[in-house]
């Protein structure tokens, strides 16, 4: 069956040929798309009775991207840039008629017709850089021939979409279509016809491109040296859209379609496509009813106007859910609305939020020093100290204001959330809501069911996440959940090796070259070498003291060197810009002495790839055992709460990709020169079994 059907519209006269898109379930751009739809263009532009037409996706949704269900598969057929040309060198009108998504190669199409007209609704973009590619059929040489080289910049490698009004204001759209999607369409195909307008080819205009200064692009690949540092796309984008601007058309096209290619064939892109999966897959839970539906979160609470709890509010407001912030003290109180406040007006300076967004979140938060003002929430989430006791006394007192059907959720980061709910006396409903530092700003909740949690708990708190803007990814109730969990391996491994050779800023360095944003004892100094210490006074009873130990973290808090706030960690600071510390390297030395570690050269590659292997390790005894649903969880957890680089998938794509062989054969030869903490997951060899399997065929 074909995925474009023509029908002619012959009332009022002129007619106009209706080329319909239907693929379902989305419309996506598939092979088969594309060359029904090049056969249709071609069929109307040949038929003499038809004057104009009209490309329209079924049910009003355009073309939302490329098919997913083709992804890594060889392409047959023409090429997406194959259908523009033959679109944009028709001799009659052809109108665009966007509604749902114009995306990717959908937004492309419509740029490859002469005008476009969408719904009030629809969204438009290229983000293609999300998945490690640039737009390949003239997305980059026809959109700043529209709006200009600087918005093209913004938006392709931002990847964010647009709405319709935005899109008719820079000159995407050519008319909002208010009522019935075709009905418009069909008026404004007529309309030009009716006026004699001539054909607005892109490809062809040149008037918002003229005289562009060179310098835009270099400023753009300046302004995001560090964001971009490693990524393949982002710089082809800006290359390719300066191309637009300064090199005649097919030369330009050409540069494009070959940064296409190489995008395409990108280790980058396979990581990225394989993300766009995992975080689809993320918030499949297997065994929960398919009828089991969220429940509606109307209003909320916080116990806890700390900093975390502060953060947490905002993410409630920001999403319009008006939430009560209850603090023990009226100081405390006051201080974390001063906190919010503040963290707020940054955003408007900034430019990020308006002054009438910030007034707006404001309003919908509201504090109070009494339990049963909290009465009426459909959720509140603990952020108080982490501390057993201190956690069991707030969940006493929430269950006993709390209406039954509320969800009772910890920010826990380290405590046993059985413990919490064996408090109260409905532990089904209490679940972990594990937000990360600043929870306004990162996008990673870990949802951590307990023993008793009820699937309706589950099922609403993933759904609250997605509605705060979080990414949910849900873990079982173990020590360190999934993230911290991993983030205790990593960190012993870097302790390790500056015990063994390395230093701070040799172990940072290998990191952001691989692709970290920041380094593992940089971002300690940021967050503050004291809480770490806390946790681990605290553990200090219940640690294996048969197994290896690091006391270098310990002796810098001993000597008061907490890290940025303090002017000293393992850097020393002036302001915020970190420099290595001889001092904090004779540290290190003293305690090799002191472990009878003879000191040795280590290499960069090291570092990242020791680091990483024990990360892959503890993941996959972590899915054995059920802690995490998928090896891929993991990623996402690691993707969107610790930093992990996008382009490199997260720490278990790496190892995939390694090959678990090879990471097993790693594995073993650290397990005999460093003892238990290096056994290897019993996942690890079969994985290695059934990949040497694989290669000998």
């Known amino acids: 069956m074909t995925t474009v059907t023509t029908r002619v519209d012959i009332g009022p006269a002129p007619a106009v040929a209706v080329l319909t898109i239907d693929n379902p379930p989305v419309n996506a751009m ?20 038809v004057r104009a037409l009209v490309l329209i996706g079924a049910n009003g949704k355009f073309i939302p991207g490329a098919d997913i269900r083709e992804f890594g598969k060889p392409i047959t057929g023409p090429s997406g840039r194959d259908v523009i040309a033959a679109i944009e060198a028709c001799t009659k009108p052809v109108v665009a008629a966007l509604g749902g998504n114009a995306l990717g190669g959908g937004l492309e199409i419509a740029l490859g017709c002469h005008w476009r ?93 003229a005289g562009t200064d060179r310098s835009l692009f270099a400023d753009m690949l300046a302004k995001n040296e560090r964001k971009w540092r490693g990524l393949i796309a982002p710089q082809h984008i800006v290359a390719c859209i300066e191309a637009a601007c300064t090199q005649p058309v097919a030369e330009a096209h050409a540069l494009e379609l070959a940064a296409f290619i190489e995008c395409r064939a990108s280790p980058q892109r396979a990581a ?34 700390g900093t975390m709890g502060g953060g947490i509010a905002m993410c409630f407001a920001n999403a319009g859910i008006p939430v009560r912030l209850l603090d023990a003290n009226a ?102 809501a594990h937000f990360f530092s600043p929870a306004n700003v990162m996008k990673l909740l870990e949802v951590v069911r307990a023993g008793k949690t009820s699937p309706q708990a589950i099922v609403t708190t993933m759904a609250l996440a997605r509605t705060i803007g979080k990414v949910g990814v849900l873990a079982g109730n173990a020590d360190g959940f999934i993230g911290n969990r991993i983030l205790a391996v990593y960190g012993r491994e870097c302790d390790f090796l500056l015990e063994e050779g390395a230093t701070p800023w040799q172990v940072d360095r290998a990191l952001q070259g691989f692709g970290f944003p920041m380094g593992l004892y940089l971002m300690r100094d940021m967050a503050g070498l004291d809480v770490g210490w806390r946790i681990r006074q605290y553990r200090e009873q219940f640690r294996d003291k048969s197994l290896r130990y690091s006391p270098i973290a310990d002796r810098l ?39 009878n570690i003879t000191r040795r050269e280590v290499a960069d590659e090291e570092i990242v790839t020791r680091v990483l292997t024990a990360m892959a390790n503890e993941g996959l005894k972590i899915v054995g055992e059920g802690i995490a649903l998928r090896s891929s969880d993991i990623d996402v957890a690691y993707v969107h709460g610790f930093g992990f680089p996008r382009h490199q998938g997260g720490p278990m794509f790496w190892a995939e990709r390694r090959g678990w062989s090879e990471v097993l054969q790693t594995v073993r030869h650290y397990h005999a020169s460093q003892g238990a903490t290096w056994a290897p997951a019993p996942l690890l060899a079969e994985l290695a079994s059934k990949a040497r399997a694989f290669e000998r065929g």
């Open 30 to 49: 598939s092979m088969a798309v594309r060359a029904d739809l090049l056969a249709a263009v071609q069929a109307a532009a040949a038929d003499a009775g």
């Open 117 to 209: 007209v969408a719904t009030p609704d629809c969204k438009l973009g290229l983000p293609e850089v999300n998945i490690g590619l640039i737009p390949g059929a003239g997305g980059t040489q026809r959109l700043p021939r529209l709006v200009g080289a600087a918005k093209a910049l913004e938006m392709v490698t931002s990847g964010k979409p647009i709405g319709a009004a935005e899109a008719a204001e820079i000159g995407v759209v050519d008319e909002v279509v208010s009522g019935d999607l075709l009905a418009g369409a069909l008026a404004f195909a007529r309309r030009a016809l009716a006026q004699g307008r001539p054909l607005r080819r892109v490809s062809e205009r040149g008037d918002r491109i």
């Open 272 to 305: 990225l496509v394989y993300l766009f999966g995992a975080e689809r897959d993320v918030a499949k839970i297997p065994g929960l009813s398919a009828d089991l539906q969220p429940r509606t979160i109307g209003s909320a609470a916080v116990v806890g106007a």
């Open 331 to 432: 100081e405390g109180l006051a201080r974390g609305r001063a906190l919010i406040e503040k963290n707020y007006a940054t955003s408007v300076a900034r430019g990020s939020l308006t002054q009438a967004g910030m007034d707006r979140a404001l309003g919908l938060i509201t504090t109070t020093l009494a339990y049963a003002d909290l009465v009426d929430a459909d959720i509140v989430v603990e952020a108080a100290f982490e501390d057993m006791a201190i956690k069991q006394a707030v969940f006493r007192q929430l269950d006993t204001v709390m209406k039954p059907s509320a969800i009772l959720a910890t920010n826990t980061s380290t405590l046993d959330i059985d413990k919490i709910a064996s408090v109260t006396s409905r532990p089904e409903s209490v679940i972990g």
């Open 557 to 595: 808090c001993e000597l008061g060197r907490f890290g940025q706030k303090t002017g000293q960690g393992y850097y020393k600071y002036e302001g915020r810009q970190g420099t290595p510390d001889p001092a904090v390297q004779a540290l290190i030395e003293q305690v090799s002495r002191e472990l």
